[in-house]
């Protein structure tokens, strides 16, 4: 009796008919069988795999949705991929911490059979390390009450106050506190970090700098405003600056050091030494100019006007009496700036050689200063006009604002328009320097 099985049509190959026996074991045939028994060895896996709680009572009404989504097609029974059985599976992201969350106890699933589907044995952790402790931090704002007040006699101290929109505008060019994000990360941001770090790129940078420094040499000898030192001069400070430590001049109950000119180098920023007297030099020079001390500013906004009271007073002067008020400014140990009283133009102006938002609680404290002189010494009020900001030369680092300080102060003293810039640095630090040791301003 021939075997339905063995019953197998003739194909054609090439207009040539091949009979190709039921008993050959053809790749085709062999395929076939091996295809079955995957399918049902994968199949019978699946099957075993225990879907999440809320999801094995709707096992058997869901068979054929989880169908749709498959690849793989095996004798009428549709399973899920790779990709799909993780998606099912994959219930709540390792980042969220549900350790604490009440859960409703359910009942045990039931299998086909009817017999209760076993529970499945807790995983272990084989590497010692469960990702299920590592809860996220939750940060909570912290709220800060602003501080107001009306007087300087029941005032704060003010230097706890928070920053206002100009002193943090100063630290921001000076020290910029926000973190790069994570998120900004990218390839080509490490490439470029990579290659400046690498030994090629520092020797061509060294050699940048110095053909940089040539080049701003030659600019500013032949761009430069303010007549440079002489040849001799210029000797004299390069020797005080090589020179070991030692107090190089002592007036006005400052004792200057070389390494308080020392300052006076770029790209080092001024002390209140270099500032102290250069100020005294001003007004020995203008007698009709008075200059406060770089301490000045900052204790009369720490403890208003009752911690300075006395400070005129001590120096025998009366503010009403000079032209001009010269009052070095300080912000938060980072930059210096310049307020001037101008008794003349009854006006009380600040000037910044950083661009800012301008700085107005300077200007209204040293106008309730002069109420509080004005009263003192029984004299008429004074109604000051206040500027905040005025426009003066721009520094373009940040180490020379003590520098535009102090020749602000010398230009506004002798009624000259502020005719330098960023190009004059140099040359100024040094005549400053050589100023300072022959204790005379250079015309």
């Not at 054609?12 to 790749?27: C, H, I, M």
């Not at 001390?293 to 900052?298: L, M, N, R, V």
Request: charged content about 25%; some cysteine; glycine content about 2%.
């Amino acid at each position: 009796m021939e075997n339905p099985l063995l019953s197998h049509e003739r194909v054609q190959f090439n207009e040539k008919e091949v009979a190709r026996l039921p008993d050959d074991p053809s790749p085709s045939f062999l395929h076939d069988i091996l295809t079955y028994i995957k399918t049902l060895i994968l199949s019978i896996f699946v099957r075993s795999i225990e879907l999440p709680e809320d999801e094995e009572d709707d096992d058997h009404n869901n068979q054929a949705d989880i169908a749709l989504d498959s690849d793989i097609e095996i004798i009428g029974v549709r399973i899920t991929n790779d990709y799909h059985l993780l998606r099912q599976n994959r219930r709540n992201s390792f980042l969220v911490d549900d350790s604490n969350l009440k859960r409703v106890p359910q009942p045990p699933s039931i299998t086909q059979s009817g017999s209760p589907r076993p529970t499945p044995a807790p995983s272990s952790h084989q590497y010692g390390t469960d990702l299920s402790i590592a809860k996220p931090i939750n940060y909570s704002p912290v709220a800060i009450d602003p501080i107001e007040h009306t007087t300087f006699d029941d005032a704060p101290n003010l230097l706890d106050l928070p920053p206002t929109p100009y002193q943090q505008s100063i630290l921001d060019y000076y020290l910029p506190t926000k973190p790069i994000s994570i998120n900004s990360y990218s390839l080509l941001g490490n490439a470029i970090s990579n290659f400046y770090m690498d030994r090629v790129s520092s020797v061509y940078q060294q050699s940048h700098d110095k053909l940089q420094e040539l080049i701003t040499k030659k600019r500013i000898d032949s761009t430069s405003l303010i007549r440079p030192l002489s040849a001799d001069q210029l000797s004299r400070v390069d020797q005080i600056w090589r020179t070991r430590a030692k107090v190089v001049n002592s007036n006005y109950q400052i004792d200057i050091t070389t390494l308080d000119l020392q300052t006076l180098r770029e790209p080092s920023w001024l002390n209140d030494n270099v500032i102290d007297y250069y100020f005294n030099l001003i007004m020995n020079a203008y007698p009709d100019v008075f200059g406060w001390t770089t301490h000045f500013y900052t204790a009369l906004e720490s403890k208003g006007y009752a911690g300075v009271q006395r400070w005129a007073k001590r120096k025998k002067v009366n503010l009403f009496e000079k032209s001009k008020v010269l009052v070095p400014v300080n912000i938060s140990n980072t930059h210096w700036a310049l307020a001037v009283i101008d008794n003349l133009e009854k006006t009380i102006a600040y000037y910044d050689s950083l661009n800012t938002v301008g700085n107005p609680r300077a200007v209204e404290n040293l106008a309730a200063y002069m109420d509080g002189e004005a009263k003192r010494l029984s004299h008429e009020k004074v109604t000051y006009t206040l500027v905040p900001h005025m426009k003066s030369p721009q520094q373009k680092n940040g180490s020379d604002c003590g520098v535009f300080t102090c020749t602000a102060a010398r230009y506004i003293s002798r009624n000259k328009p502020l005719g330098y810039s960023q190009n004059d640095m140099k040359v100024i630090r040094r005549r400053m320097v050589y100023e300072i040791l022959e204790n005379k301003l250079l015309d």
